[in-house]
């Protein structure tokens, strides 16, 4: 649990930093571009949702190898 | 490490699929003008455009019709993404749908096809020639379609999903067949191991395009065949797991669920390719729609869209492969213990 944790808190600051990052006014790039028509907001989704369905599936199989050491500890 | 290279290699094309994909910028577009419906008569115009370069030099506009051109009366740009077009829109021009164009310096030619309805028509104007413009060789850069725009960048992501899943499940038919002519529980467990990823491409291909259909078509969900046979050909694996699920004899199970898999696998091409072609679908290739291999799909689309479809089903087969050897050690573990 605490390893959840931390690895979440981590997560959550790196992307803060992200976000100071990306100052208004400064990319005027992407402000004229990718931001104005709000259909960028699409494939973040759907990127979204293919990274949490991934790690979804890593939990899994995070869970199944877990068992299975405990299983082979107990020999 | 041996056998490590195709991983690696996984990685790389998603990597450029993330990179490439997000990052290069879609090609000059007229997204919205303040008119749709043109009469006979002095018209203002107000044009917005989505990385447009309007105060460049050399600023044209043109309305076309049946291939008859009239030209702007005068242009003043608010903005590189806004200006004002005026015109002296004559009576009888021939067809309903009327194309607008402009170009300048920078963008070169960029047209808006069927951006007014015409009224008035009749058999033709008297042309006034103006200069027009070629399209210029730009910047790599996307193409930037109607409607769709930068949502254009999810080819990279919600199409590969259904390729890595037939590719699984095509994995899961040569492990079925293979299992009928041996009889071996190895074979069988792999089927379900490749069955069991090849889903997890599907439940995702499913929500991604639903996200998809959402802003370009408005709905979560619409009755176009594609989609439909989408979500038949994941339910019919679904209820392979059933299948498998409620014979608990394995060597039954394994006969049982290898010959459903191939019965399974060919109605998902039936679903996925066959059907949606016979009849009127959203989808691109498919009924009255071009394909994106006719023109929408570019080679600047191809580049990274071919590269990020290996990248997916290298990574699908990377999970299939995990997932069996972890079910291979659960067998081995189980076997050992009943002994």
């Not at chain 2, 004002?84 to 070169?108: E, S």
């Not at chain 2, 990823?197 to 009755?223: M, N, P, Q």
């Not at chain 2, 990248?311 to 009943?338: C, E, F, K, P």
């Amino acid at each position: 649990m605490r390893t959840i944790n931390r690895t979440l808190t981590l997560i959550i600051l790196s992307l803060a930093s992200a976000a100071t990052f990306a100052q208004p006014g400064q990319e005027n790039w992407l402000v004229d571009t990718m931001y104005k028509s709000g259909k960028i907001n699409t494939v973040v989704a759907v990127v979204a949702v293919l990274i949490a369905g991934l790690a979804t599936w890593m939990f899994m199989m995070d869970r199944k190898v877990r068992r299975m050491e405990k299983e082979l500890d107990k020999r | 490490m041996k056998g490590l290279w195709w991983k690696l290699l996984a990685t790389l094309l998603l990597l450029y699929t993330a990179i490439i994909g997000l990052r290069t910028p879609l090609g000059p577009a007229i997204v919205q003008t303040s008119v749709s419906r043109i009469a006979p008569g002095p018209l203002e115009l107000d044009v917005w455009g989505y990385g447009t370069h309007f105060n460049s030099d050399q600023p044209r506009a043109w309305l076309v019709n049946d291939s008859q051109r009239v030209c702007a009366s005068n242009i003043t740009a608010i903005a590189g993404d806004h200006m004002k077009v005026f015109f002296d829109v004559p009576a009888g021009l021939r067809k309903q749908m009327t194309d607008l164009q402009v170009f300048n310096g920078t963008d070169g030619l960029v047209t808006r096809y069927a951006a007014f309805y015409t009224d008035s028509l009749g058999g033709g104007i008297a042309e006034h020639p103006c200069v027009g413009g070629k399209s210029l060789e730009l910047a790599y850069t996307f193409p930037n379609r109607d409607i769709l725009n930068e949502s254009i960048r999810n080819l990279f992501f919600h199409v590969p999903m259904w390729f890595t899943m037939v590719t699984l499940m095509a994995i899961g038919v040569w492990k079925s067949i293979r299992a009928l002519r041996t009889n071996s529980l190895d074979e069988d467990r792999a089927a379900a191991s490749a069955v069991g990823t090849g889903l997890v491409f599907g439940v995702l291909g499913l929500i991604s395009g639903s996200l998809w259909a959402r802003v370009t078509w408005e709905t979560w969900w619409t009755t176009d065949p594609k989609l439909n046979g989408a979500a038949a050909g994941v339910l019919i694996y679904l209820a392979y797991l059933v299948l498998r699920g409620s014979v608990p004899e394995p060597a039954k199970r394994a006969r049982l669920s290898a010959i459903y898999s191939i019965f399974a696998f060919a109605f998902m091409l039936l679903f996925f390719f066959v059907l949606p072609r016979l009849n009127d679908s959203l989808h691109p290739g498919n009924g009255g729609n071009p394909a994106f291999n006719t023109y929408d799909l570019d080679n600047r689309l191809r580049s990274v869209f071919y590269p990020a479809c290996l990248g997916w089903i290298l990574l699908g087969i990377w999970m299939y492969q995990l997932r069996d050897r972890l079910a291979r050690v659960q067998t081995r573990h189980s076997d050992a213990n009943d002994q």
